[in-house]
C-alpha cells in the first residue's frame, strides 16, 4: 500500500547523480533491486552502481553462518505509542559505529576511523555515500551541525552535548576534506565511540543541504519567513528544530541513512518505511540491503501487542510483549504461523526498586538515606518465590549489578544483601531507631506516622505489580506497609525527576553487560533517570542550574571514580574504577534488584529468516533488534 505512493513522492524528491569516477570500486555482480527498478528505467532513480557509495560496507552472510537473502515484501510489527516509530532508527541500527554481536566497536556508516590516545579521532566516510534523497554525505553535514547547530545559541542553547565535553571543555573539530573529521581534545575522552554506537545516537552530523533552507545563516529571508508562518511557529530557531528530528523520526521529508526510511506523513494508527535506495550495506552477491522493502509499524494499545500477535499480525515482534505471554503466545503458533523465542535480556535487573533519596519529604528522606533501612527492605524480599511464581525459575534472583556475561561480574556483588532474610532485617530496622510499631505492627517514622512506603509504577507490566504484592506480604513481617499506586509513564517520570515520588520501580540499569570501554558514568548521579537520586543527575546534567549537588559521601565518590575513569590511561586504571564502583553499590543499594535474567519473549514469523534463534534483548548495548541486523532479515518465500 505504501509502494505507490511513494514512488510518487520520491520521483519528485530524488536527485539524479551524474556518474562515479572512474576510480569507483563497484562489486562486479551488484544487482539492481527490484523494487526500485521501475524508478531506473523511467529515468526517476539512477542505477544502483551509482547509488551506493564507492567502497560499501559488504556483508559476507556465509562468514556470519546466515542465509543470503532475495529482496521483497512486507514485515509488520506493532508499537504502543505514536512517539515509538522511533525504533525504526533503533532497530535500523546504522551507526557512524556500531557494536558487533561480541560487543567490539567497528565501522558503519565510517569507512574507518583512527583513536589515537582516546585524545584524537579521525572518522573516514565512504566516498559517494549519499543520503535517502540522493544527496551527497560528507563532512559539510558534520561541519554543519558543529558550527551552525551545536554551537548556535537559538538552536542549542546549552551548547555541545556532554558527551563531546571533557573537563568543561569542547573539542577542536576540523574538516580536512569531503570524507574526512577529526575531533581532538586536550584530555583523553574514552567515551566518545561508544556514545556513537548507542540505541539513541547522538548524530553529531546532519543533512545539511536541506536544513540550510530552514537556517537564518543560509535560507533567504523571504522564503524563510513564509515557512515559519506556514508552519505556525514564533521563529526560524522553532521551525529548524521542529522539522531536525533524525530520532524522533516523524518528519517524513526529513533524509535518512537508516536502512528504511518514514514514507508517511502525519500521525497515523500504521506507517509504512521504505528502503533506503541509497543504504551503505551490500552482501558479498552484490544485492543491497535492506532485504525487506517495506515496514510497517501498527499503533496499538499495549493490552493489545499480546492477543494481535498471538492472531499472526505481527512478523518480528519483541516490544510490548513479557515473560508472561509466553504461554499463550506458544498454544497460537500454529494457527499465526510464528514461532516464540526466548532471548536472554540485557538489563541489569527486570524488577528494581528505587527509594527516592531526593524524596521531598525531609522525614521519609532521612529515613530512605538510611542504608540499613535499604539493606532490610532489600533482605525481605523474597526472590526465589517471585521467580518461582513469575518465572518458573528461568530468571536468577540477585541484587542489581552487571550480568556474568560482563568481564565486571561478581558473584559477591550479586549475592549483596539479597538472601530473603527477615530476622537479619528486622534488626537493621531496630538498630535503626524505628523501633515503635502502631496496634497492627506497622512501625513508626520519629514523626509517628506509620512506615507506608509508597512504590510507584508505569502500570505498564503485568508482573511488576504480580511481584510487589509478593514484596507486601514479605514487607508486613518487618513491619512495613506497601502500597502500590500504578501511574502514566511520563506522569511516573515527571514526579520522580520533581521529587514527590517516594519511591519507584523500573527495570535496573539497560546496560547490564559492560564491556571495557564501557563509561561507567551511569554509576554515578550524571542523570536524573536513575531513578533514585534525580535531582543530583538533574545538578550534573544542568551544571547546576537546577536540582541538588550529591551530599552522601558514597555519591561523591561515585563523581570522583566516574572522572578518574574519564582520565585513566589505560585499561587496568579503568578496570579498578569499575570494580570500585559496583563495589559501592552492591553496598549501598541505591537500587534493591529482585530478579534479572528473565526470558524475553521473540515472535518471528515461520516465513522470516536470519533472526538468531538465541541472543540478548538489550537496549544499551545493542538496540533491542538493531544489533542483530534486521536489515539481513528476509522472507523466506
Known amino acids: 500500500m505504501f509502494k505507490t505512493t511513494h514512488r510518487m513522492f520520491l520521483a519528485a524528491a530524488l536527485v539524479t547523480i551524474s556518474g562515479l569516477p572512474a576510480t569507483a570500486e563497484i562489486p562486479a555482480n551488484l544487482q539492481e533491486t527490484p523494487y526500485w527498478e521501475a524508478e531506473v528505467e523511467s529515468g526517476g532513480l539512477p542505477p544502483i552502481a551509482e547509488r551506493i557509495p564507492q567502497e560499501p560496507l559488504i556483508v559476507d552472510l556465509a562468514a556470519k553462518g546466515r542465509d543470503f537473502g532475495t529482496p521483497g515484501g512486507t514485515l509488520r510489527t506493532m508499537v504502543t505509542r505514536s512517539k515509538d516509530i522511533r525504533q525504526m532508527v533503533v532497530y535500523g541500527y546504522a551507526r557512524l559505529v556500531g557494536f558487533d554481536h561480541d560487543y567490539n566497536i567497528v565501522p558503519d556508516l565510517l569507512a574507518s576511523f583512527e583513536n589515537e590516545d582516546n585524545r584524537k579521532f579521525t572518522l573516514n566516510l565512504r566516498p559517494g555515500h549519499k543520503w535517502s534523497d540522493g544527496t551527497a554525505f560528507t563532512s559539510e553535514d558534520f561541519r554543519y551541525w558543529w558550527e551552525d547547530v551545536a554551537n548556535n545559541e537559538l538552536l542549542s542553547p546549552s551548547g555541545p552535548p556532554d558527551f563531546l565535553l571533557v573537563e568543561g571543555k569542547p573539542p577542536t573539530v576540523s574538516f580536512p576534506d569531503e570524507t574526512t573529521i577529526v575531533f581532538e581534545w586536550e584530555?583523553?575522552?574514552?567515551?566518545?565511540?561508544?556514545?556513537?554506537?548507542q540505541a539513541r545516537p547522538p548524530f553529531i552530523y546532519r543533512p545539511s543541504e536541506f536544513l540550510k533552507k530552514y537556517h537564518e545563516k543560509f535560507a533567504n529571508p523571504e522564503d524563510l519567513a513564509f515557512h515559519v508562518e506556514d508552519a505556525r511557529?514564533?521563529?526560524?530557531?522553532?521551525?529548524?528544530?521542529?522539522l531536525d528530528n533524525?530520532?524522533?523520526?516523524d518528519n517524513h521529508e526529513l533524509p535518512t541513512l537508516q536502512p528504511w526510511f518514514n514514507a508517511s506523513s502525519g500521525k497515523?494508527?500504521?506507517?509504512?518505511?521504505i528502503r533506503n535506495p541509497y543504504y551503505h550495506r551490500v552482501d558479498s552477491k552484490g544485492v543491497q540491503l535492506p532485504y525487506v522493502d517495506v515496514v510497517e509499524m501498527e499503533i496499538v494499545a499495549p493490552g493489545l501487542v499480546a492477543a494481535k500477535t498471538n492472531a499472526g499480525e505481527s512478523d518480528l515482534q519483541g516490544r510490548g510483549l513479557a515473560f508472561r505471554d509466553a504461554s499463550i503466545l506458544k498454544k497460537g503458533e500454529a494457527e499465526g504461523g510464528y514461532k516464540t523465542l526466548l532471548w536472554k535480556t540485557g538489563v541489569a535487573s527486570q524488577i528494581a526498586i528505587y527509594p527516592n533519596l531526593n524524596?521531598?519529604?525531609?522525614?521519609?528522606?532521612?529515613?530512605?538515606?538510611?542504608?540499613r533501612v535499604r539493606r532490610a527492605l532489600s533482605l525481605a524480599i523474597d526472590r526465589k518465590t517471585i521467580n518461582q511464581a513469575l518465572y518458573f525459575k528461568l530468571a536468577h534472583p540477585g541484587a542489581m549489578s552487571v550480568l556474568p556475561t560482563s568481564p565486571f561480574y561478581d558473584e559477591a556483588n550479586a549475592k549483596a544483601w539479597a538472601e530473603y532474610d527477615v530476622d537479619m532485617?528486622?534488626?537493621?530496622l531496630d538498630e535503626a531507631g524505628l523501633t515503635e510499631r502502631d496496634r497492627d505492627g506497622v512501625r513508626l517514622l520519629p514523626d509517628g506516622r506509620p512506615m507506608e512506603l509508597v512504590i510507584e509504577t508505569a502500570g505498564e507490566r503485568q508482573e511488576v505489580e504480580n511481584a510487589l504484592q509478593i514484596v507486601t506480604d514479605t514487607w508486613r513481617e518487618i513491619g512495613v506497609d506497601l502500597v502500590m499506586r500504578p501511574l502514566d509513564r511520563d506522569i511516573l517520570r515527571n514526579r520522580v525527576f520533581s521529587g514527590n515520588t517516594m519511591a519507584s520501580v523500573w527495570f535496573g540499569w539497560d546496560d547490564g553487560i559492560p564491556q571495557m570501554h564501557t563509561s561507567p558514568a551511569y554509576l554515578a548521579p550524571t542523570d536524573q533517570v536513575f531513578l533514585s537520586w534525580p535531582k543530583w543527575?538533574?545538578?550534573y546534567q544542568t551544571n547546576g542550574g537546577s536540582g541538588e549537588p550529591p551530599d552522601m559521601p558514597e555519591a561523591e565518590l561515585l563523581m570522583k571514580l566516574?572522572?578518574?575513569?574519564?582520565i585513566a590511561t589505560t585499561d587496568d586504571e579503568r578496570a579498578a574504577v569499575w570494580t570500585e564502583m559496583l563495589k559501592i553499590h552492591a553496598d549501598q543499594l541505591y537500587a534493591i534488584g529482585i530478579l534479572n535474567g528473565a526470558p524475553q519473549p521473540i515472535v518471528v514469523s515461520n516465513r522470516l529468516r536470519n533472526v538468531p534463534e538465541q541472543a540478548m534483548w538489550a537496549w544499551e548495548p545493542g538496540a533491542h533488534f538493531g544489533i542483530h541486523r534486521p536489515d539481513e532479515f528476509f522472507f523466506a518465500d
Open 233 to 242: 511557529v514564533k521563529s526560524w530557531a522553532a521551525l529548524h528544530n521542529k
Open 537 to 539: 543527575g538533574q545538578y
Open 268 to 273: 497515523k494508527i500504521r506507517y509504512g518505511f
Open 425 to 428: 532485617a528486622n534488626a537493621l
Open 246 to 249: 533524525l530520532y524522533k523520526y
Open 359 to 371: 524524596f521531598e519529604d525531609e522525614a521519609w528522606r532521612n529515613i530512605l538515606r538510611d542504608v
Open 562 to 566: 566516574a572522572h578518574d575513569w574519564e
Open 187 to 197: 584530555n583523553p575522552n574514552p567515551d566518545f565511540l561508544q556514545s556513537l554506537a
